[in-house]
């Protein structure tokens, strides 16, 4: 057995005297733009690893947010060690002068490849998921409040993160949830699918509704903008919303036989403006090029038969050095005259963004 050396030495910053240190989470090849961005703001780079950041602050700061930091803690140090008990000490050692107990224990694996690749999909896995039960087991309730590892947080509550760099490799950290994604482990949504989902395209649009904060409702109508085969269709359907899907791709038959389902074979843009008439909601995911898919949005929005109140739009990157064009993209939509718009790397997404706009009533 062997200990790593603490990356930063156990201080408390979240009592407000001291640097500030952090450790972030993302996808894996997101990392360069997250270190950009927060090296901005006067962070300075420390240990790293795909999907994974860590950096001090001289001062007591914020901690670091943006689009593509899914997560973010106030890190407590770090142990590797090939015994899971020893590990268990270093991360006993780092808390024991904090405010006890926590409300959470959150516990992750980093991203070990790209979303999507290889079908990975990101969250815990059933190494984390086995670390979590030692933790919980170990800590017990003096220094935890939860009784199961990994629940989603509510507001203002504490959370005690352990990610793991590799399963021999634990940072420690801690923070307090405020946005939905600061409840959820790890930044990733929990999700239990009524059915089998017909596509992954399920899951990112399952977490886009959540994260936008939009009020879907069951009789609200929705259109999806490059629907095949329907993995979103199906989340909106299980939802209770009516929905009309436009792509000129083939719709699975789960959803295309639904009778809550219009399918229109079609471009968008090729489309008359009365078939948008009564939508509340439009979620788009087009394989097409951003400036491509804001034109036909913005031609559906500003028509005078939209009573569009929020829009879900996947922008495609291609590549992470593309997150440049992200203002410029932001500077188009201001000029719909939004009332509010959040652009966010969903833990879903691939090479990719989303923005949730909401369009004044």
Not at 12 to 30: E, I, K, N, V, W
Not at 84 to 96: C, M, N, T
Not at 178 to 187: D, H, V
């Amino acid at each position: 057995m062997s200990t790593a050396p603490q990356s930063f030495p156990q201080t408390d910053s979240s009592s407000g005297a001291g640097p500030t240190f952090a450790m972030l989470s993302c996808a894996h090849g997101a990392e360069d733009v997250v270190k950009e961005s927060i090296a901005e703001t006067g962070w300075r780079l420390a240990f790293s690893r795909p999907g994974f950041v860590t950096a001090k602050h001289d001062d007591p700061v914020p901690l670091p947010t943006g689009i593509f930091i899914r997560t973010t803690s106030r890190s407590l140090g770090s142990a590797k060690s090939s015994d899971g008990d020893e590990l268990i000490d270093r991360l006993v050692e780092a808390i024991s002068p904090l405010s006890l107990p926590f409300d959470h224990l959150h516990v992750w694996p980093r991203d070990r490849v790209p979303v999507g690749r290889f079908d990975f999909e990101p969250g815990g896995d059933e190494v984390s998921n086995a670390v979590a039960e030692r933790i919980l087991k170990r800590l017990g309730p003096e220094r935890l409040r939860c009784s199961t590892a990994n629940e989603i947080a509510q507001p203002s509550q504490s959370v005690l993160d352990v990610i793991l760099v590799t399963p021999s490799h634990w940072f420690f950290g801690t923070h307090t949830a405020t946005t939905l994604p600061t409840r959820w482990p790890g930044g990733v949504q929990p999700v239990a699918p009524e059915y089998e989902p017909i596509s992954r395209a399920y899951y990112k649009a399952a977490e886009a509704i959540a994260w936008s904060g939009f009020d879907l409702r069951p009789g609200d109508l929705a259109v999806e903008v490059g629907s095949a085969p329907g993995g979103a269709c199906g989340r909106l359907l299980e939802m209770g919303l009516d929905v009309i899907g436009i792509d000129p791709a083939d719709m699975d038959p789960r959803i295309a036989d639904h009778p809550r389902f219009v399918h229109y074979p079609a471009r968008a843009g090729d489309l008359p403006r009365r078939v948008f008439r009564g939508a509340k909601w439009m979620l788009v995911d087009s394989a097409v090029k951003p400036d491509a898919t804001l034109s036909t949005v913005r031609n559906i929005v500003e028509s005078r038969e939209s009573s569009i109140r929020g829009c879900l739009i996947t922008m495609k990157l291609g590549d992470f050095e593309r997150a440049s064009q992200i203002p410029r993209w932001r500077r188009e939509v201001e000029r719909w005259r939004p009332e509010r718009i959040e652009i966010r790397h969903l833990a879903r997404n691939r090479c990719e963004v989303c923005f949730a706009v909401t369009m004044p009533t």
